[in-house]
């Protein structure tokens, strides 16, 4: 079910109040079921099986690791471990793309228009791509002696099966989540409260901000053909705000719904435009997910090939970032989108020295204006590559590329395809999360809005959900990510 | 003692700072300049210094100077 | 924990009342609009045709009586037959005429439209409408969180309706004119949407026509005009509806077909896009309606008349 939907709204509260009242020793068992319960409502049964099969191995190989002593037995069994996962996690998402001649748009939907994977006859692969990679984390971090096997199944499984974390990450770290799984839960009233608050407000930046984006997006994306110029501009700025929007709302649905049970989940995101190199933006941006290439794909790469010098880090980059883009699908846009991501970071590897160098000599190092340019160019950087991650096909994606620059186009049809109230209610909403961020930096309190007065606490509250109920947009329920 | 010298003389070398005073409890944050990037370029000249070869898991478990230190230890 | 409970509480009778207050209030504002506060005898129903091709107001005060323009983006026919029993089931007896906007798409089911149902939500307490939405929705709990949250019922459309009926503001904005350069070349490319026959908009149709008749109105099919461009693409099929609707009105005197095409259509200073007529078409359509329609409405108190008389 989406975090969207009447279901889990009904779902999430029910869980909790059976949770209150469970005995302690219990808990880990209802919040399993409820994971896997959740995890069924997709209606799509081989997914369970797929889950308990990669905890089960997951839960075998690290037992065994942790009790073997020998360093080829140890490393053996880290591969088989690895294996056995990566083997699931290709099988179910790129098999079929490569048996159906690669067609992407049977299986993997690059389009992330908002419609619901339930209704396609595809084959459903949600939740896979995260739980594997957070189930070869805790493989590897125990061959790595950074942490101790889980001994009970049970925590091991909810682990990997939360709930809230089940469907698109965050990625977890086991030494992260599995000792706050073992703490006994005492009620918290302010994880609780600001639990609900971070899930209202992720849901607004989903329902009110990200999927109106989408509707501009969309009717831009859907038929590329029919634009040239500044509607392609427009359409590519739009969505890398949207899925920023769609992708941190989820996230902070997440998180949210985790304080209700005391966890802690990993921030995903950082305020990931602000960044001012494209190597910032990914210490910004689904951080759990580029803290997990850069652990366990970048660095042993870069380290193994530290004897080439630059060029070493360069392609240890350049794979990083290729495998980022099969990871998110199989599919040629995704694969470029990674790959000028990999360019961007390894071509970066060779000019920063000299770029610092000019900076010192114009005298503009650690000033307001490089950083704002750093910004602005980086932010642009970044929308390019959105072009090939968001088009229908490779082929749509260069069409926008070659007729980006072509003056205005058919800028008054894209903007008021929808209606005039629309854009304006757009450009509105998008206002408020851009406001409430510049209030919390400016007010420097991290307590906000708690620290406010009653009645504006509450007048705060009443217009966020008032704004969710009239300013949603009612067009499917999926996420993007999703499709991952 | 001359072990850690020789290592901090390294650190000064790689992060091009003569200020440079290396204890068993910094980390990569606690030196300025110190990413991925120049962590690569202070093995190899760590490697080559001292002439010795760490494997694929000390360096990913090396956790701050003090792992350094016993691990260059372990094998001169 | 009972803190957070109570406060819960309270939180959900204050967002319930805001939440009713609001949308009683946006319901007024839309009744407004639509007409649906008053007891109309004279029902315009369409889409947005209609809804820039009709100026309401002055036809309430050239003909001198109650005039509802209750008219919604996108509206398909069986979406307007939806309508229609909103508005005579919930005011037997009032409507003596009935203007039904037509033109060449009248039966073609297209895609654009096929969630405008969702306009519909503002009124899911009336039962005609609930029945309609019950069998139109998409999924279970579309209709249970509407009935739960009311203000879930507003999309911006609905929300720019319920905000121009609040402030009475029903003109036609468009002051533009159509670009038939551009339309050319769209015609060329054969970018326009097919004319299509589809038997459930027939059948539909069917029906509204029976409800109107048996509701004791009188039935006006008004082609509101298209530019002469969009009209020519597809002669064959323009031609085979509008012997469909020539057929309604041949077999039944109380239903007439008002083609405005012949006069207007040629006159592109009028439409501000190649179907919607601008504020200056909506002025000179409104006039010749209100000529014709005063026609029929006399025809048809003379007939009763002359029933009565008898």
Redesign the interface.
Known sequence: MAFNSLTYFLFLPLIWIVYQWAPDRLRWLLLLAASLGFYAMLKAPYLLVVLCLAAGVTFTVGLRLGSCSDETGRKRLLWVGVGANLLVLVSLKYLPALFFSFNPSLFIFNGFANFSPITFHALITIGISYYVFQAISYLADIYLEIIEPEPHFGHLFLSLAFFPKLLQGPIERSGDLLPQLKKPYVFDYDMARSGMLLFAWGLFKKVVVADRLALFVNTVYGDVHAYTGLPLILATYFYALQIYFDFSGYTDMALGSARLFNINLTRNFNAPYLATSVADFWRRWHISFSRWILDYIFKPLQMSWRGWGLAGTAVALLVTFLVSGIWHGASWGFVVWGGLHGIYLASSVYYKSWQKKIHKVLGIEKTRLLKVWQTILTFNLVSFAWIFFRANSLADALYVVRHLVEGIGRVRAMLFAHGTTELIVALLMLAVPLLVKTLAVTSKRLDMPFCLPIPLRWAVYCLLVISLSLFSVDSGRAFLYFQF | MELQARLNEIFCEVFDDDDINIAPEMTANDVDGWDSLSHVNLIVAIESKFNIRFNQKELLTFKNVGDLLNCIASKI | ?K??LCKLLI?AI??FV??RG?SALLQRGLDRYYGLDKQASVLCIGHSHTMLGIDGTRLEQGLGVPVAKYAVNGANTIDRLAMIRHYLGSRPGAVKLVIYDVDDHTFTSSGLSSNSY?LFFPYLDNPDIARFLKESAGSW?EL??RRI?T??R????T??LALRGTLRRYDNFKTGQVDIPALQNEIKANQRPPITIDQKMIDSFRETVSFVRENNGQLVLLYIPTVDLVNNVDKVRHEQVMDIFKNYAAQDKGITVLDYNPSFSHRYELFSDPIHLNRNGQHAVTDKALIDLKKILLTEKSERCKVKGK
């Open positions: 924990m803190k957070l939180f204050i967002v805001l939440d609001i969702r709990d249970l969180s949250v203000l879930l507003y999309n911006s459309v929300l720019n």
